[in-house]
């Protein structure tokens, strides 16, 4: 068993929890469990470029550190929570049964510091009554920094590197001239929350204040291009304005730092209504709702084609998560037109284009391909079902029979189909 490197038990029945074990298989690099009945947490898996798939079973609680690195798709249709899916872990409220002890350690600890100084001070004026002169010095670290202990401490890495930017001079830069403009140490002010992370990056929800909540998104894989290349295009981005396009509002640039910032939306992600988990009276999307999505995306995406001519993909990565829904559940696509700035090897590796047929055999994209992506979106969308098969660089292409179930009738959401 450890010298397997790769394990297909998708679209069976198995159930139970996951084994522990599969930690020992130290070469494992492909672990396909998607479409069965596990349960329970999913262990730490650590190998080293191990690709996973849980989608579809009924595993819970939060993704352990080693596979956070992973497609957001891997983990659809489970109870899970934390990075990369778009579901926070809520804070265990538990009683922590050294709390007490701690509490009395710190309060000796403090008494004795207390106790300490004052010998320090009666030291001191003691060497001043006799006649003792002295100089009272005080060394500041020049890179220290004072931060409020009411900042979120999700938003602490953002801050630590941000703040750095800031004291050597880095400024956001508007795209927008209907927005209020602010400063980054407004950022760094305002309450944020950890939406969650993916391949690009991380994403936070800040709210301003006396203000709008925004998100901000801090790419890793964003040094293609120059920066005067980078102005330029992502400028162009912001230029753009059509009611089904999430808008661009500023960026930040900086050699190690490249930050987007855009609107808020209100209802979240597509992905997140068709598998997130609801309560059992909650509806889910209906039927008309579903179609004017679908017809929005498709309008969407024939903008981003007629004023994006000089890109072969002006979107390519469009998935369910990438299309964002606001209070009147209008979709609005977002990390639209991004493929020149990201890095070429890690865009191949992740973003939805570069999974298509096409590119799997013939090592090229198209206009067609955005238009390939829309239509697995088209088919997630009916089946209520993430299949990551058809997204597996292509391969699932021939199986796309199996999403039907829709040849006869089945139910999503409560609804006949």
Same mark, same amino acid.
């Given at each position: 068993?450890?010298?397997?490197?790769?394990?297909?038990?998708?679209?069976?029945?198995?159930?139970?929890?996951?084994?522990?074990?599969?930690?020992?298989?130290?070469?494992?690099?492909?672990?396909?469990?998607?479409?069965?009945?596990?349960?329970?947490?999913?262990?730490?898996?650590?190998?080293?470029?191990?690709?996973?798939?849980?989608?579809?079973?009924?595993?819970?609680?939060?993704?352990?550190?080693?596979?956070?690195?992973?497609?957001?798709?891997?983990?659809?249709?489970?109870?899970?929570?934390?990075?990369?899916?778009?579901?926070?872990?809520?804070?265990?409220?538990?009683?922590?049964?050294?709390?007490?002890?701690?509490?009395?350690?710190?309060?000796?600890?403090?008494?004795?510091?207390?106790?300490?100084?004052?010998?320090?001070?009666?030291?001191?004026?003691?060497?001043?009554?006799?006649?003792?002169?002295?100089?009272?010095?005080?060394?500041?670290?020049?890179?220290?920094?004072?931060?409020?202990?009411?900042?979120?401490?999700?938003?602490?890495?953002?801050?630590?590197?941000?703040?750095?930017?800031?004291?050597? /001079?880095?400024?956001?830069?508007?795209?927008?001239?209907?927005?209020?403009?602010?400063?980054?140490?407004?950022?760094?002010?305002?309450?944020?929350?950890?939406?969650?992370?993916?391949?690009?990056?991380?994403?936070?929800?800040?709210?301003?204040?006396?203000?709008?909540?925004?998100?901000?998104?801090?790419?890793?894989?964003?040094?293609?291009?120059?920066?005067?290349?980078?102005?330029?295009?992502?400028?162009?981005?912001?230029?753009?304005?059509?009611?089904?396009?999430?808008?661009?509002?500023?960026?930040?640039?900086?050699?190690?730092?490249?930050?987007?910032?855009?609107?808020?939306?209100?209802?979240?992600?597509?992905?997140?209504?068709?598998?997130?988990?609801?309560?059992?009276?909650?509806?889910?999307?209906?039927?008309?709702?579903?179609?004017?999505?679908?017809?929005?995306?498709?309008? /969407?995406?024939?903008?981003?084609?007629?004023?994006?001519?000089?890109?072969?993909?002006?979107?390519?990565?469009?998935?369910?998560?990438?299309?964002?829904?606001?209070?009147?559940?209008?979709?609005?696509?977002?990390?639209?037109?991004?493929?020149?700035?990201?890095?070429?090897?890690?865009?191949?590796?992740?973003?939805?284009?570069?999974?298509?047929?096409?590119?799997?055999?013939?090592?090229?994209?198209?206009?067609?391909?955005?238009?390939?992506?829309?239509?697995?979106?088209?088919?997630?969308?009916?089946?209520?079902?993430?299949?990551?098969?058809?997204?597996?660089?292509?391969?699932?292409?021939?199986?796309?029979?199996?999403?039907?179930?829709?040849?006869?009738?089945?139910?999503?959401?409560?609804?006949?189909?």
């Amino acid at each position: 068993m450890s010298s397997m490197r790769k394990i297909e038990l998708q679209n069976n029945k198995f159930t139970g929890r996951i084994p522990g074990s599969l930690r020992e298989m130290k070469i494992l690099v492909d672990l396909q469990m998607q479409d069965n009945g596990f349960e329970g947490e999913i262990p730490d898996l650590e190998q080293k470029n191990l690709k996973v798939n849980f989608a579809n079973n009924r595993l819970s609680g939060p993704i352990p550190p080693g596979l956070r690195n992973q497609d957001p798709n891997s983990f659809a249709g489970n109870n899970v929570c934390g990075s990369p899916v778009m579901n926070p872990c809520k804070i265990s409220k538990k009683k922590n049964p050294q709390k007490t002890l701690i509490i009395a350690i710190v309060t000796i600890l403090g008494v004795l510091v207390a106790f300490v100084f004052s010998l320090l001070i009666l030291r001191t004026r003691r060497m001043a009554k006799n006649g003792y002169n002295y100089q009272q010095t005080t060394k500041v670290d020049k890179n220290s920094t004072y931060k409020s202990d009411t900042k979120d401490v999700e938003m602490s890495s953002y801050e630590d590197e941000s703040y750095k930017q800031t004291k050597n /001079g880095g400024k956001l830069q508007f795209v927008r001239n209907d927005r209020e403009e602010f400063e980054l140490h407004d950022l760094l002010r305002a309450s944020a929350e950890v939406l969650g992370g993916g391949s690009f990056g991380s994403s936070y929800k800040a709210t301003l204040a006396n203000g709008p909540a925004v998100v901000v998104k801090r790419f890793r894989e964003m040094s293609n291009v120059r920066k005067e290349e980078f102005y330029s295009h992502v400028r162009r981005l912001g230029s753009l304005s059509h009611p089904n396009l999430l808008p661009l509002v500023a960026f930040y640039h900086k050699k190690d730092e490249k930050l987007l910032i855009t609107d808020f939306a209100e209802n979240g992600s597509l992905a997140s209504h068709l598998h997130g988990n609801r309560k059992p009276n909650e509806p889910g999307l209906d039927w008309p709702t579903r179609l004017k999505i679908i017809k929005g995306v498709a309008q /969407g995406l024939d903008y981003l084609y007629k004023e994006l001519p000089h890109l072969a993909l002006s979107h390519g990565h469009l998935k369910s998560s990438n299309v964002l829904l606001d209070d009147a559940f209008n979709p609005l696509l977002a990390d639209y037109g991004l493929i020149p700035l990201i890095n070429k090897r890690h865009a191949q590796k992740f973003m939805v284009a570069y999974k298509s047929p096409e590119f799997t055999y013939h090592d090229r994209t198209t206009p067609k391909t955005d238009v390939w992506c829309l239509g697995i979106l088209v088919l997630e969308m009916l089946t209520g079902k993430f299949r990551q098969t058809t997204l597996n660089k292509g391969k699932g292409m021939g199986r796309l029979g199996d999403m039907g179930e829709l040849g006869g009738s089945r139910r999503v959401d409560g609804r006949s189909v």
